[in-house]
């Protein structure tokens, strides 16, 4: 830089420039600052918790949007459960995906998979409260039994 370029530059101020908006009152100053670029989509966070839906007064059935469904079958271990929604969940994306390939077989395959997943939650079939625990018991463990093998087959 030469000093024909500092000559051209207008002097800089030591006083300090005006605000160009009003002073930001404290509840506005405690905050970060905005982008005014688009609002991000926040991701899902997997942990988000829905309130229990309303049950039956014998707990047998769920109500949703006035409809009655078979609840899931109380005594059932969270673990066990918790690994049998991973199955039927798995199942209903293979049925979306087996119909919009319009593949008749693999459809009916996922959808048999629903179908056991659902009866070992305890949702169809027998109802639970007809069976007794070793019933119970033994009906879960089959259907775990079973769909893990199926998952490790695909």
Known sequence: MDASDESARPAESTEPAEPTEPA??????????????QPQPQPRSR??????????????????????WRATDPALPEETAARLRHHLMAARRA??????????????????RVHRA????????????????????????EGVAQLDEEERAL
Not at 99 to 110: F, G, I, K, M, S
């Open 24 to 37: 930001a009152s404290a509840e506005f100053s405690e905050r970060e600052p905005q982008s005014h670029s």
């Open 47 to 68: 942990s988000r918790k829905r309130p229990p839906p309303d049950t039956t007064p014998d707990g047998h059935f769920i109500l949703v949007n006035g409809r009655k």
């Open 95 to 112: 049925v979306r995906s087996a119909t919009t390939a319009a593949d008749p077989q693999a459809e009916r395959a996922a959808r048999a």
């Open 118 to 141: 659902k009866v070992a939650l305890g949702e169809r079939g027998t109802p639970w409260w007809e069976q007794t625990e070793e019933q119970r018991r033994r009906r879960w463990e």
